[in-house]
């Protein structure tokens, strides 16, 4: 017979994958990178995000790669932990809590970053093939016309279709989950990333987005 839905061991790994999943999404390694090397409050900077892009307006690339790894690895990290201990339910749970730790984070008074170096993390754990395929998209756009926020754009979009593809192909089948619950986590990160880039596409449009690398 199935457990009430209300049994405590039901509930704690549900709570557990959100909670921990959603704590460390919320960790701003942007704004502490760029404190701690005594380079202010990196909101106060270029566009005011805490993400990598903004961190490399500050002229530190060490840092901005720093960024984009932490930011990307703790998306990444929840997801594996809660697989190891939990299940691949709780992980694909956790990983959505994580992106939008990072997105609304407690401490920031849930003003926080675009998500797209989570998003990516996130992916290369619950889909390391569809993951590598975002990456190389965000680099291909990022390097032809040199604008983060549309590689973050095309590459949120074509997530789910890659998590899809894959999924059909036996090659991969057995390697990573691919199911419906990863395309709609994938899914809901790029309408999210859509949503937190809307005045992104408004300059996009008007031709007035930043390029990478300027300051």
């Known amino acids: ?24 999404g919320s960790i701003p390694f942007g704004l502490v990178l760029t404190k701690m090397a005594g380079l202010g409050d990196i909101r106060k900077i270029g566009s005011g995000n805490i993400g990598t892009t903004n961190v490399l307006r500050t002229g530190n690339k060490g840092l901005a790669l720093a960024t984009l790894l932490l930011d990307g690895g703790k998306g990444a990290v929840v997801v594996l932990i809660a697989n190891i201990y939990l299940t691949q339910d709780y992980a694909v749970l956790a990983g959505g809590a ?3 730790g990072h997105l ?24 390391w093939p569809a993951g590598i395929a975002v990456a190389l998209t965000w680099l291909l756009v990022a390097f032809a016309m040199r604008y983060s926020s549309l590689a973050a754009l095309v590459s949120a979009a074509l997530a789910p279709v890659y998590i899809y593809a894959l ?6 089948g057995s390697v990573y989950y691919g199911d419906l619950q990863r395309i709609e986590l994938t899914a809901f990160m790029a309408i999210l990333i859509f949503i937190r880039h809307h005045e992104n596409i408004g300059r996009l449009v008007k031709g007035k987005e930043s390029k990478i690398g300027k300051k």
């Open 1 to 24: 017979m199935p457990e009430p839905l209300g049994d405590l061991s039901y509930t704690w790994p549900f709570l557990a994958a959100i909670v921990i999943g959603y704590l460390f």
């Open 98 to 100: 994580a992106f939008l």
């Open 104 to 127: 609304f984070p407690v401490w920031l008074k849930f003003k926080g970053g675009k998500g797209v170096a989570t998003f990516i993390g996130v992916m290369l754990a619950v889909s």
């Open 167 to 172: 999924s059909q192909t036996p090659l991969f």
